[in-house]
């Protein structure tokens, strides 16, 4: 059994920071590719970031690049992502997720509304709140 535990969620304002972790269990991350995501009620899940397996390659939705990174910490098997300079439209239940065939981000981030069906083992999410 695979399980992903997403933390470091909160509330925070506008050009605040917050790093989340994506911490897992029965399975090693270094293997995988493994993304974040984010969803707001009544809209469709958004593809944040993902991390490579092998070389680490990382990529980025638009709206994040410059603000957010993602890491790999391989002896503690897990995965962050540094949110910085948060803005109201960065609020959501952020989720991570796993693929065994790496990211594909590229192909994969044009295939709206189908990321649960490239990538698997997903957490119960952290909350992120951004407000003034």
């Known amino acids: 059994q695979v399980q992903l535990v997403e933390s470091g969620g909160g509330l925070v304002q506008p050009g605040g920071s917050l790093r989340l972790s994506c911490a897992a269990s029965g399975a090693t991350l270094k293997w995988y590719g493994v993304g974040w995501f984010r969803q707001v009620p009544g809209k469709e899940r958004e593809g944040v970031s993902c991390v490579d397996e092998g070389d680490g390659r990382t990529y980025y939705t638009d709206s994040v690049k410059g603000r957010f990174t993602i890491s790999r910490d391989i002896g503690k098997n897990t995965v962050y992502l540094q949110m910085n300079n948060l803005e109201p439209e960065d609020a959501a239940v952020y989720s991570c997720?796993?693929?065994?065939?790496?990211?594909?981000?590229?192909?994969?981030?044009?295939?709206?509304?189908?990321?649960?069906?490239?990538?698997?083992?997903w957490g119960q999410g952290t909350q992120v709140t951004v407000s003034s």
């Open positions: 997720a796993i693929s065994s065939v790496g990211c594909k981000w590229e192909t994969r981030s044009r295939s709206v509304g189908t990321w649960n069906k490239f990538f698997g083992s």
